[in-house]
């Protein structure tokens, strides 16, 4: 444990400080502008969705300041590093050996050497295959970091999203349906769990799986059951 509080400083979140007094002058400034008459007259139901996906901006600038500048990278070094020692490794084998030419289902640079797809966990997750990899072709290794942040961001924004519409479903107010989607959005298994970037995904599939379950008994079609 002594590890961990040796590591700790606090001087790395003073910026929390100065984003609460940033949101409540921006906040103030809002409310005595042109553009909150703006906000008022549009439909109740645009007046939530861009408030939820403030707040969740809000939260995610909050959480992720000093990744989203720079100065730290998303790649855990103290409980979760595995990221550091496993995921971020292979996902830069994987994408070298692309690069190569040399992709394929036999990996020689994983110890003694195992079948690629044996560790299905990382490369057929869906953030990995459609952003990941593909970033890193584009962008190279040195981008790996920052596209597995932009992946966590975007798994906190579709948490949100589907709990919300999954709670549509229940009589339940407006601002319970965005506490609960916020919460939500900032679970446990995403936020720590979340460096085991697949348990961030199971995140997004169950939400995604229980509004589709939702949606079915509600509107029964062969669309939504396939």
């Known amino acids: 444990m002594g590890y961990y509080l040796e590591a700790f400083e606090w001087s790395d979140f003073y910026y929390v ?8 002058v921006a906040f103030l400034l809002f409310r005595v502008s042109f553009l909150y008459q703006k906000f008022l007259c549009l439909s109740k139901s645009k007046r939530f969705y861009i408030t939820l996906f403030l707040v969740t901006t809000s939260a995610v600038v909050l959480v992720y300041f000093n990744f989203l500048i720079g100065k730290e990278f998303f790649v855990y070094s103290d409980m979760g590093s595995d990221t550091r020692e496993t995921y971020l490794p292979f996902y830069i084998n994987v994408v070298e050996n692309i690069k190569a ?6 990996n020689f640079d994983a110890g003694l050497g195992l079948n690629t797809f044996a560790l299905q966990l990382y490369l057929c997750d869906p953030f990995a295959f459609l952003i990941i990899i593909p970033g890193g072709l584009l962008l190279g290794v040195a981008a790996l970091p920052f596209l597995l942040l932009v992946c966590q961001i975007l798994k906190i924004y579709l948490c949100v999203f589907f709990c919300n519409k999954v709670l549509t479903y229940f009589n339940i107010g407006d601002s319970g349906r965005m ?4 919460i939500y959005g900032f679970n446990g298994f995403l936020m720590l769990w979340g460096s085991h970037y697949w348990f961030g995904t199971a995140s997004v599939f169950l939400i995604v799986l229980l ?3 939702e949606k079915e008994i509600h509107k029964p079609s062969p669309k939504s059951a396939i």
Request: avoid cysteine.
């Open 101 to 106: 030419g040399q992709f394929g289902f036999w």
């Open 179 to 182: 506490l609960a989607s916020v």
């Open 17 to 24: 400080a100065f984003l609460l007094l940033a949101y409540s």
């Open 211 to 213: 509004f589709v379950i």
